[in-house]
């Protein structure tokens, strides 16, 4: 009877084994935790993204604010593991300036000025339902490097201004490029659809927050020294809300037994 007993042990031990090492068992997969590893590429197209504008006026003269709402494309590729994404890409983030300044009481020019950045996002994404759910929920974070290379860094656009045909006030104009490089943080959400066993349709919602200024513009009188000098820059930061659609190819899979 004890030894009935032992061989009844090692055989449930030696089943276990075997649902682990050879996962393609019709038996095993009841026991065994398959995640798959799979790779992803896709486009992003991001819209009602507006850059928030810093604004240093001590008159009351200035009014500035970032010119939108405005579209950000962009095409990503990624790595999926479980529940967990890492994803890179490129997007077309606009950074736009636009004001409006009182020359006089009854005096107003307007306009507006923009410049294109490339931002390369570095993101993780957590999804909050099990891999394999049709529908699921996902929070994501990360930094991402913009930069801009047509441009120099400095002045990049001066013009002066006559306020009034009768009088000799000038108003400078000067639009200054600070850093061709710089960080953006990133946090967000998304709510993904399965469309089919690898396509997948997604909405999101993102913010952008810069840590340094990257451009802005700043206006000087001459001849009038209650004008002062008024700036508005901007840093890019800003909220889009936008779609995805992601393509899935899967390189591999990993085996866990429920028993470990």
């Known amino acids: 009877m004890k030894h009935a007993y032992l061989f009844f042990v090692l055989l449930c031990s030696l089943t276990a084994t075997a649902q682990v090492h050879y996962p393609d068992g019709p038996s095993s997969l009841r026991n065994v935790i398959i995640r798959e590893k799979r790779v992803y590429?896709?486009?992003?197209?991001?819209?009602?993204?507006?850059?928030?504008?810093?604004?240093?006026?001590?008159?009351?003269?200035?009014?500035?604010?970032?010119?939108g709402p405005e579209l950000v494309p962009g095409i990503v590729a990624g790595f999926q593991r479980g529940s967990w994404s890492y994803e890179t890409g490129i997007y077309n983030l606009p950074s736009t300036i636009a004001y409006s300044l009182a020359f006089q009481p009854s005096q107003r020019g307007s306009g507006s000025l923009g410049i294109?950045?490339?931002?390369?996002?570095?993101?993780?994404?957590?999804?909050l339902f099990g891999p394999g759910q049709r529908l699921n929920i996902g929070l994501s974070g990360g930094v991402a490097a913009l930069f801009n290379y047509n441009l120099p860094k400095g002045v990049i656009q001066l013009r002066q201004v006559?306020?009034?045909?009768?009088?000799?006030?000038?108003?400078?104009?000067?639009?200054?490029?600070?850093?061709?490089?710089?960080?953006?943080?990133?946090?967000?959400g998304e709510v993904s659809y399965r469309l089919h066993k690898s396509l997948y349709v997604s909405?999101?919602?993102?913010?952008?927050?810069?840590?340094?200024?990257?451009?802005?513009?700043?206006?000087s009188s001459v001849q009038y020294p209650e004008y002062g000098t008024t700036t508005a820059e901007t840093r890019a930061s800003g909220l889009t809300a936008g779609v995805g659609l992601r393509y899935h190819f899967t390189i591999g899979k990993s085996y866990r037994s429920i028993f470990d």
């Open 41 to 67: 590429i896709g486009f992003d197209l991001g819209g009602g993204y507006r850059n928030q504008v810093l604004v240093r006026d001590r008159t009351g003269r200035l009014t500035a604010s970032g010119h």
């Open 116 to 127: 294109q950045y490339a931002q390369v996002p570095l993101r993780v994404r957590k999804n």
């Open 162 to 188: 006559q306020t009034s045909p009768d009088t000799s006030v000038l108003l400078v104009d000067r639009s200054k490029l600070f850093r061709n490089f710089s960080v953006l943080l990133e946090i967000g």
């Open 203 to 219: 909405g999101y919602l993102r913010q952008l927050i810069g840590v340094e200024r990257l451009w802005g513009k700043e206006f």
